[in-house]
Nanobody, 120 residues
Framework: QVQVVESGGGQVQAGGSLRLSCVAL????????MDWYRQAPGKQRELVAS?????????SDAVKGRFTISRDRSNHWPKVHLQMESLKPDDTGVYYC????????????WGQGTQVTVSS
C-alpha cells in the first residue's frame, strides 16, 4: 500500500518562503502525476501545482510565477517539492499531496496534509 507523507508546512509572514515536500512511500518510480492541492478554511480543495511522470508542470493562475513544483530524484521513493515564494495571506490553508500510479500499486493516494499559515 502506498503511503503519501507531506512535510514542511509552517507559519511565515507575507512575502516569505516555504518549501513543502511529499514522498510516496512504496510507490513506483514511474508515477502518472504528483500534485499539490490546498484547502483554505470554508473553501473547496483546489489544485495548485501538478507534475507528470514525464516532467511536465502546470500551475493555477493564483500561484503561477511564485510556486515551483519539482522532482527529487535522489530519493528511492517518488518525491516532489513545492517551493513557495512571495507568499500571501491568501495562500493560507492545508496543503495536500496527491500521487497517482498506473503500475505497481495502481491508484490515487492522498497525504494527511500540512498546514501553511501566512500572516500579514
Amino acid at each position: 500500500q502506498v503511503q503519501v507523507v507531506e512535510s514542511g508546512g509552517g507559519q511565515v509572514q507575507a512575502g516569505g518562503s516555504l518549501r513543502l515536500s511529499c514522498v510516496a512511500l512504496r510507490g513506483t518510480f514511474n508515477f502518472k502525476t504528483m500534485d499539490w492541492y490546498r484547502q483554505a478554511p470554508g473553501k473547496q480543495r483546489e489544485l495548485v501545482a501538478s507534475l507528470t511522470g514525464f516532467g511536465v508542470t502546470s500551475y493555477s493562475d493564483a500561484v503561477k510565477g511564485r510556486f515551483t513544483i519539482s522532482r527529487d530524484r535522489s530519493n528511492h521513493w517518488p518525491k516532489v517539492h513545492l517551493q513557495m515564494e512571495s507568499l500571501k495571506p491568501d495562500d493560507t490553508g492545508v496543503y495536500y499531496c496527491n500521487a497517482v500510479f498506473e503500475v505497481g500499486a495502481a491508484g490515487d493516494y492522498w497525504g494527511q496534509g500540512t498546514q501553511v499559515t501566512v500572516s500579514s
